[in-house]
């Protein structure tokens, strides 16, 4: 269909719109570009009596407004055409359609026309795992979608949609409804990221015994958190070198590095500034206190020492190769 050219006084905004108030800030921008170069993308109306009625396009129709144009270039569209479906579609390309209005623009569409998430991901041409995720916000207390919100417009919040799919992911495999809450308000209070909120699902899943601030310290004190108390304890007293506590230190350190292999992919721009404080500060006692061991054992046998550091380059060596392989051939 080829746009037609309206008076702008001709065309009203319905009294429901899938977007709310932040739809009609920040539009001397575009009233200026309007201006300069023109409108780029006619609005979508449709035939009201004498009159139209703004399908899509509420932010170029208002700026035009502001601009002082009487005319816009606008699509008549079809009567029988589903003006929620097209509304969706568009604004759900913008980036400033938060996570809660965009949610709950997809409730109202899949309860107005009835259909399953399948069936309305399909006419949105979206994935139904996204929508299922879109849709899991207002599965959660008013104060959970609060935090999401401040989070996506750069607040200190660090709740993002994927923390709530996961935790009512957890909540609906343990059969505990009130597990999601304990979990959100946990990433609230610790500011987890996502990966880390991930892993402490994880262990709990495999665990329940095991509280969410126990799983929180074991992904990032792991070496403060063992699978025995005597390892607990060992970290506020001194220790022989007995066989025992060599066994410990050991498996201890193994288990760390494990963790640390896994961890290394986070990047700081996804923690808070506390957090990114504590890792450093432990990476650097970690850092120092193997230097020291490492300089102890050298000083007891250095040829040894030497020696076992090079059989251990190469173990590392084969072991990066084998997983440089089994990378390639996968």
């Known amino acids: 269909m080829d746009p037609v050219r309206l008076d702008i006084d001709q065309i009203v905004i319905p009294s429901s719109s899938v977007r709310g108030p932040r739809d009609v800030e920040s539009l001397q921008g575009l009233a200026d570009s309007l201006t300069e170069v023109g409108l780029l993308q006619p609005i979508l109306v449709r035939r009201c009596g004498e009159q139209y009625e703004l399908v899509a396009g509420l932010r170029r129709l208002l700026a035009a407004r502001q601009a002082g144009l009487e005319t816009i270039e606008a699509v008549v569209m079809a009567d029988d055409v589903d003006t929620l479906q097209i509304q969706l579609v568009e604004n759900l390309q913008r980036e400033d359609l938060n996570p809660v209005e965009r949610a709950q623009a997809v409730h109202a569409f899949i309860t107005l026309h009835n259909l399953s998430k399948s069936e309305a991901a399909k006419r949105l041409g979206i994935p139904r795992t996204t929508l299922t995720d879109w849709l899991d916000l207002l599965e959660v207390p008013q104060r959970f979608r609060e935090a999401v919100v401040d989070n996506f417009n750069g607040g200190d919040s660090p709740l993002t949609p994927s923390h709530v799919s996961e935790a009512l992911a957890l909540g609906n495999t343990l059969n505990s409804p009130y597990l999601p809450e304990l ?32 799983a929180i310290r074991a992904i990032r004190y792991p070496y403060w958190l063992e699978d025995d ?53 432990q990476y650097l006692q970690i850092s120092e206190l193997t230097e020291r061991a490492i300089a102890r054992l050298r000083m007891e046998d250095p040829e040894l020492l030497a020696q076992i550091e090079r059989e251990v380059k190469a173990r590392r060596a084969r072991r990066k190769l084998l997983k440089q392989r089994s990378s390639r051939v996968s």
Request: cysteine-free.
């Open 183 to 214: 979990l959100l308000d946990a990433v609230l209070k610790h500011k987890l990221s996502k990966a880390e909120t991930r892993q402490v699902a994880k262990i709990i899943r495999e665990h329940r015994d095991v509280s969410i601030e126990e």
């Open 229 to 281: 108390e005597e390892a607990a304890a060992a970290a506020d007293e001194d220790l022989w070198p007995h066989e025992e506590n060599l066994k410990l230190l050991v498996n201890t350190l193994a288990r760390s590095t494990r963790m640390l292999e896994k961890m290394n992919h986070l990047s700081g721009r996804f923690l808070s500034k506390d957090t990114v404080s504590q890792l450093v500060d």
